[in-house]
């Protein structure tokens, strides 16, 4: 069975700091990964998935995430926090074939001014 | 948010009561799920459609009806067998079940 799982229930962050949120994540076959962003009492937004090909990949609001398939992680990075990026953030995955995503628990991320 | 509409944002039910909350996309997707978003737990699917007229139970079905009559729209109703039904919920759709999903703004139900 597939699973995602984000270790850090907060992360704080200095403004202009690089940050990173970690996702790791199981599944039985190939993996199709994903980040979300939730802004509060509002909808999930999309900020980037990993299909295929290369391991970093770039999303939106200058979001990146890198795929380590030895390590079967999937973090979040970003080189610069901005106060405007705190928020609650969501991994999750879905195994080739499969037709539901797994979401993890979220991730609180606060930027400090 | 743009192209997937919930409403209410907010409503308030008496518990015993039956409730539907509504979820109309123009983003011409082929799949539509429901999540329940409680604090601490992220998301748990409740249903899911992939095509008109089929859905399929997810991982926390129980009290919880779906219909699927129109490729825009897809109602949840949470019945009184529900036994802890105050929650934020959350319709989402996708291209298809290989994409990513796109979320609507949510529900917030109270139950008292």
């Known amino acids: 069975a597939q699973s995602v799982a984000q270790p850090e229930d907060q992360v704080n962050v200095a403004e202009g700091n690089p940050l990173t949120v970690k996702c790791t994540y199981s599944v039985s076959g190939n993996p199709y990964l994903f980040w979300y962003v939730q802004y509060p009492n509002r909808g999930l937004q999309f900020l980037l998935k990993?299909?295929?090909?290369?391991?970093l990949v770039k999303g939106s609001y200058g979001f990146e995430a890198e795929f380590n398939k030895s390590q079967t992680s999937f973090h979040l990075k970003k080189p610069s926090a901005l106060v405007s990026d705190s928020a609650l953030y969501f991994c999750a995955v879905r195994d080739k074939g499969d037709d539901k995503i797994i979401f993890g628990k979220g991730t609180r991320l606060h930027i400090l001014p | 948010d743009g192209g997937i509409t919930q409403s209410p944002k907010y409503l308030f039910r008496k518990e015993g009561q039956n409730v539907t909350l509504s979820c109309e996309q123009n983003l011409n997707h082929d799949a539509m799920y429901w999540y329940r978003q409680d604090p601490g737990q992220g998301l748990r699917l409740i249903y899911y459609?992939?095509?008109?007229?089929?859905?399929q139970k997810g991982d926390i079905a129980e009290g919880y009806s779906v219909s699927r009559e129109k490729k825009e729209s897809f109602p949840l109703t949470v019945t009184s067998a529900q036994k802890n039904p105050t929650a934020f919920y959350l319709c989402?759709?996708?291209?298809?079940?290989?994409?990513?999903?796109?979320f609507g703004p949510g529900t917030r139900l109270t139950v008292t």
């Open positions: 990993y299909i295929t090909g290369d391991n």
């Open positions: 989402a759709t996708s291209r298809t079940a290989s994409y990513e999903q796109y």
């Open positions: 459609s992939q095509i008109v007229n089929d859905f």
